[in-house]
């Protein structure tokens, strides 16, 4: 490869992780939209109930999970922009070491909504360790 060609592979590159970095942050966003329903919903509808309070709990660490994802995300984005020099890891193991709770004691949307971000920090977690 001549230094002609690497130049112009190292932009291609950026512009294939940036746009990546785009993507996975939208869909952080959709998620966190998703959330946001589910809170309200949530707490005006089963607000004194166990299930209600359940679910807030698991609402909770969704919010949790998906703030260190798009951290993550946005720091992977300032270290591509030359903004910062040095990446840490997100601190994803202690949400994901968490046990899950029981699904039928929490509102069935918010269980599948927990389970689709939770597979979205394991993608998130495996791009921080890669």
Not at 47 to 60: C, I, V
Not at 72 to 95: D, M, R, S, V, Y
Request: negative net charge; contains cysteine; charged residues 25%.
């Amino acid at each position: 490869m001549t230094p002609c060609t690497q130049a112009r592979a190292v932009p291609h590159h950026a512009a294939i992780h940036n746009a990546l970095l785009d993507r996975l942050l939208a869909e952080a966003a959709s998620l966190a939209e998703e959330a946001r329903d589910a809170v309200e919903i949530t707490a005006a509808t089963r607000r004194r109930s166990l299930q209600g309070l359940r679910t807030q709990q698991e609402l909770g660490v969704i919010a949790t999970g998906l703030a260190h994802c798009v951290g993550w995300l946005l720091e992977q984005k300032a270290i591509a922009a030359g903004e910062l020099t040095h990446a840490t890891p997100p601190p994803l193991e202690a949400e994901l070491g968490r046990p899950r709770p029981d699904p039928l004691a929490i509102d069935p949307y918010v269980a599948d909504l927990g389970e689709r971000v939770r597979a979205f920090v394991v993608r998130i977690d495996r791009l921080a360790t890669a």
